[in-house]
Nanobody, 123 residues
Framework: VQLQASGGGFVKLGGSLRLSCSAS????????VGWFRQAPGKEREGVSC??????QPRHVDSVKGRFTVYRDGDMVYLQMDNLKSWDTAVYFC???????????????????WGQGTQVTVSS
């Protein structure tokens, strides 16, 4: 059972990136998926998630209107637009087996974590 986040890289201020989350050994469609990030010297924070039931997306205020989380097939994507310098971080995806219409930003509720992918926004 593995989860993999990919798609990070260097991008200029105001640019866009799309992160992908893929699973092996289980079907991601039956899991809520959260996107988390951790910047140097800061705690990990949840930024976006999508529920397993009804595919309801949620975003924290700091990324609302700029980030979009969605499913396509057995993948989950995080489309990040109008990137800011403070979006620079390592981004992780995580899976939660809880079947609920509302996903969580609490990392402790997620069972499976993938390796992160670095996103660097430069001016």
């Amino acid at each position: 059972v593995q989860l993999q986040a990919s798609g990070g890289g260097f991008v200029k201020l105001g640019g866009s990136l799309r992160l992908s989350c893929s699973a092996s050994g289980f079907n991601l469609n039956y899991y809520a998926v959260g996107w988390f990030r951790q910047a140097p010297g800061k705690e990990r924070e949840g930024v976006s998630c999508i529920s397993s039931s009804m595919n309801q997306p949620r975003h924290v205020d700091s990324v609302k209107g700029r980030f979009t989380v969605y499913r396509d097939g057995d993948m989950v994507y995080l489309q990040m637009d109008n990137l800011k310098s403070w979006d620079t971080a390592v981004y992780f995806c995580a899976a939660d087996a809880t079947r609920d219409v509302k996903c969580s930003f609490n990392g402790h509720e997620y069972d499976i974590w993938g390796q992160g992918t670095q996103v660097t926004v430069s001016s």
